[in-house]
């Protein structure tokens, strides 16, 4: 949707015109049916079950204050039906009752994807500040379900992630986009940001669990891993991420890309960096298409982070004794989830572009312009390496650390239908395979592969 007009000006009148405002509402949004050889009691929150999944549903706005001024946001609404809150209080006999619920479905979230403003320097070239897309590699400044061609996304960037947050990975900072050209044909383009950068940060997760004969027991648990930084100015800017892309022709590009920070909180007293690079393209030949990513990501001495870890929270595990509630016991976990010394994998995808012209006869192609229907071929693997799985700590002094490295590939072979450019209706055989390690990265399970059949619907408007 488009909505134009001029500004409203109060005040002393003026005779200078005023500027063209422009305002266009979007989004895009995807769906996904799955079924696998997953048995249902190995079944893990996070895997892939076999059922429905409402992937997300993104807003965007893209408003154009002047002929220089712009502002973008996207506001995505992920595997969420609802959120409800109910508070209150309550006068009862001898005191006040306080009470509060909060309802909602598993796995949804509500959040901000990007959220700028672009001021244009001339040239092609333009200042932009605000929530951003760290430009490491192509995935993540290009998520949108619709421009994919397949119903899940990759291991690289999401569900196995090498780059130091899955996607859609984003971060508050400030830079300079643009691009030029080179010669007749070529083009060379840029992004460049300086960012508050990824983390380590913590959720906080509350369990209720009743066991017969033995004592009920609640636990509180702190699990830290690595996120997106703060956006409430508690954190000092120590990243920066850059991508320079080269398009010899209209039919691709090629691009490097890269990411270097520190992760390390204030309260450890250690320093240590993330450096992550990127390699990227995509190039047309006729009706083939080839499109790829690799990212390598090292994250410094791990086992030195676990240390300075232990010594700052001093224990892993506090837990209450009989004697102090023999009804009930308290258990209090604090763990440091998922850190790795190298994280690397690369994915490429190999289409084709179909537009046979019978299908414009029959009743997938009647009343579509350019229907088309693409045969996909992906292949993906990833490495990761002296991953933490268990960390043990007491009185500030490491008990016990095991570390793991893990390896998978993934094979997924399907057609996406395109009606529209905007539009696809996607079906897929995947398989997983494990390389090395004691189970599954992604889903994580202990098996040595897994096949599955999924069905996906994108859209953008």
């Known amino acids: 949707m488009a909505i134009l007009g001029t500004p409203a000006f109060h005040g002393q009148p003026t005779s200078t015109p005023a500027p063209e405002q422009s305002l266009h509402v ?69 005191g006040v009752k306080f009470a ?37 590699g192509r995935f993540n400044i290009n ?68 066991r017969v004969p033995g004592r009920s027991k609640q636990v509180l648990e702190a699990a830290v891993r690595l996120k997106s930084g703060a956006v409430d100015g508690t954190k000092n800017a120590e990243a920066f991420s850059w991508r320079l892309a080269v398009s010899p022709t209209l039919a691709g590009e090629i691009a490097v890309s890269g990411y270097h920070g520190k992760y390390t909180p204030h309260f450890l007293s250690i320093s240590e960096p993330i450096h992550s690079l990127g390699l990227d393209g995509k190039w047309r030949f006729g009706k083939f298409e080839v499109e790829g990513e690799g990212i390598y990501s090292a994250f410094g001495n791990t086992q030195t982070v676990a240390a300075a870890f232990a010594d700052a929270v001093a224990n892993s595990s506090v837990e209450t004794s ?4 023999s009804p009930l016991e308290s258990e209090i976990e604090i763990g440091l989830d998922g850190l790795a010394r190298r994280r690397y994998g690369f994915w490429t995808d190999f289409k084709y572009h179909w537009r046979p012209g019978f299908l414009k006869k029959t009743f997938l192609g009647k009343g579509f312009e350019d229907p088309q229907i693409i045969p996909i071929l992906r292949y993906e693997r990833v490495w990761i390496n002296q991953e933490i799985e268990e960390l043990a700590f007491r009185g500030g002094a490491i008990q016990g650390l095991d570390l793991v490295s893990r390896q998978q590939h993934r094979v997924t072979a399907g057609i996406n239908y395109r009606p529209l450019q905007r539009v ?33 619907v994108t859209f953008s408007f």
């Not at 220089?68 to 809150?85: A, H, K, N």
């Not at 202990?446 to 069905?455: D, I, K, P, R, Y």
Request: hydrophobic share 35%; aromatic share 10%; charged share 25%.
């Open 143 to 210: 998520h949108d379900d619709d421009y994919w061609d397949l119903p899940r996304r990759t291991l690289v960037d999401r569900d196995a992630p090498v780059v130091p947050v899955k996607t859609a990975w984003r971060e508050a900072g400030a830079g300079l986009v643009g691009s030029f050209n080179v010669g007749r044909q070529s083009k060379v383009s840029y992004q460049a940001y300086v960012l508050g950068g990824s983390t380590l940060d913590f959720n906080l997760e509350n369990v209720a669990q009743t």
């Open 26 to 94: 979007g989004g895009y949004g995807s769906f996904r049916f799955e079924a696998n050889d997953i048995p249902d009691r190995q079944f893990v929150p996070g895997g892939s079950a076999k059922g429905f999944t409402f992937r997300r549903f993104v807003l965007t706005t893209d408003s154009k204050l002047s002929d220089r001024l712009r502002v973008y946001s996207e506001t995505e609404f992920e595997r969420l039906l609802e959120i409800g809150v109910e508070k209150k209080a309550i006068r009862e006999s001898g």
């Open 100 to 136: 509060q619920e909060v309802e909602g479905n598993s796995g949804g979230e509500v959040s901000i994807e990007q959220l700028w403003l672009q001021f244009d320097l001339g040239g092609g070239q333009a200042i932009r500040a605000g929530i951003v897309l760290p430009p490491l």
């Open 424 to 456: 696809g209706f996607q079906f897929a055989y995947e398989h997983n395979g494990r390389r090395a390690g004691d189970r599954l990265i992604f889903p994580e399970v202990a098996v040595g592969s897994s096949n599955g059949f999924l069905m996906g």
């Open 322 to 325: 009989s004697a102090e509630a």
